[in-house]
């Protein structure tokens, strides 16, 4: 169980051009889901949190306008990278906080990333 | 201001011997405390994690992880490392009743030579 899905694994687009990231959590309902970058051989940055239904919260020095995350069911979250460019290249990574019965589990679930390369 | 420290960025380990991650934080109360794996090009694997009670965790593949609230750190431990095992570990902090959001160490590469 608890498992965290994302698509597309691997993305290559120009420069300019905006690219949707799809994470879903298969078999439980996620309350909370949160999306990460992680730059190579670093660890993962926060970037927002979103909680079903209702606007993200994005942490310090993530730009709104260029990472829009919507959360618009239980199992699904979507990030969109706008008019991507070179320096949006990275490694972005989603997890699921698990409730059940409207209780929340303090544990995230996390989907195995996506590559996204912007020539 | 709240932080998790790994102090080690890269360790070497010969296949068999012993393995230990240090990792410590800096928080006003006792956090979660997770311990996961990430393999090349992969997502995030939980080896274990620590909410309360036993301060000594057993985890996944033979991993083990030791609480210490006088030294704020939760060291990851295994006594008999496998080629399998290298990977980046990461040590991971969240705040009680916030939703799962966490803060993570800057990560641990470990390598394993025959």
């Known amino acids: 169980g608890a498992v965290v899905s994302q698509h597309p694994s691997r993305v290559i687009c120009k420069s300019g051009t905006s690219v949707k990231i799809e994470c879903r959590s298969l078999d439980f309902q996620a309350t909370t889901m949160f999306w990460y970058r992680q730059f190579p051989k670093q660890s993962l940055m926060l970037m927002a949190t979103s909680n079903e239904g209702s606007k993200a919260t994005y942490e310090q020095g993530v730009e709104k306008d260029k990472f829009l995350i919507n959360h618009a069911s239980l199992t699904l979250s979507t990030l969109t990278v706008t008019s991507a460019h070179p320096e949006d290249s990275s490694f972005y990574i989603c997890s699921a906080s698990a409730s059940r019965g409207g209780v929340a589990y303090n544990e995230q679930f996390f989907g195995p990333g996506t590559r996204l390369t912007v020539l | 201001a709240q932080s998790v420290t790994q102090p080690d960025i890269h360790i070497t380990v010969s296949e068999g011997a012993s393995l230990e991650l240090r990792c410590n934080y800096s928080y006003g109360a006792t956090p979660y405390l997770f311990w996961y794996v990430q393999s090349p090009g992969q997502g995030l694997q939980l080896l274990l994690k620590?909410?309360?009670?036993?301060?000594l965790v057993q985890g996944i593949k033979g991993f083990e992880a030791e609480f210490k609230r006088s030294q704020s750190s939760f060291n990851l431990r295994k006594p008999s490392v496998h080629w399998s095992d290298a990977a980046e570990y990461f040590c991971a902090v969240g705040e009680r009743n916030s939703w799962g959001k966490l803060q993570f160490g800057a990560g641990t590469q470990v390598v394993v030579t025959p």
């Open positions: 620590y909410f309360s009670g036993d301060t």
